[in-house]
């Protein structure tokens, strides 16, 4: 069994949260530009209900993105500075699978699409099947305007604020869409249940190596490289 802390603050959402022994414990608030000044005592708080220290613990997984370029920074560094301290592996989460997760528990349903609104008149997006409870990726997370935005063959329940832009997406993904449930955030608690497969396979990385994935700026350079 793993005791694995996961944070997340890529959205207007703050949360932490605790895989302890196959329990899971999760403080989740909606705190817009609250995030540096709460995150690090929601950790602390948590911990100390269960006496436990960061030393203790076998992993820190976070949020790494896509989202708020803000916030990534903030969970990233967050974490890196707690894994560092205490000598522990990184486990860097996708926002757009904890998503999926979060809502596959929900609903049930094994075809989802994650979009959040990455301002600028995009969104960032990715789809995902589920097999045995986990996403397995159908394409590469995006960010896209949202009239390009398109999806491999099937129908999906489709979650989180990228879908404010519904009405400007193509009428033949919407005929996709068989539900839109736009109030969904990155939840620590989906993060740390992803994180639990990557620590069991090994799938970890030093805390210099936990970096933040942006998707806009990773665009960016490909245009320039590609001019």
């Known amino acids: 069994m793993s ?67 803000a916030g990534i920074r903030i969970a990233t560094g967050t974490a890196q500075g707690l894994a560092f301290a205490a000598g522990l592996p990184m486990l860097p989460v996708s926002t757009l699978a904890a998503m999926a997760l979060t809502q596959h528990q929900a609903s049930g349903c094994d075809q989802l699409v994650a979009a959040l609104d990455a301002r600028m008149d995009e969104i960032y997006a990715g789809a995902y099947r589920f097999k045995q409870g986990l996403p397995v990726e159908l394409q590469p997370e995006q960010v896209c305007a949202p009239a390009q935005l398109a999806l491999p063959a099937g129908r999906f329940v489709a979650t989180g604020s ?66």
């Open 162 to 227: 990228g879908f404010n832009y519904l009405d400007d997406m193509s009428a033949p993904l919407q005929a996709q869409l068989e539900t839109v449930i736009t109030e969904c955030y990155p939840r620590a608690g989906a993060m740390a249940l992803l994180a639990q497969g990557d620590w069991e396979a090994g799938r970890t990385v030093a805390p210099e190596q936990a970096l933040p994935v942006y998707l806009r700026d990773e665009v960016a350079w490909k245009k320039k490289d590609q001019q």
């Open 3 to 69: 005791r694995i802390l996961a944070l997340d603050t890529s959205t207007d959402a703050c949360s932490v949260a605790l895989l302890l022994d196959g329990e899971l414990f999760e403080d989740f608030r909606v705190i817009p530009r609250q995030h540096t000044r709460e995150l690090l005592p929601m950790i602390s708080a948590l911990l100390d209900s269960h006496k436990l220290t960061v030393a203790e613990l076998d992993a820190i997984a976070f949020g790494r993105g896509p989202g708020s370029f």
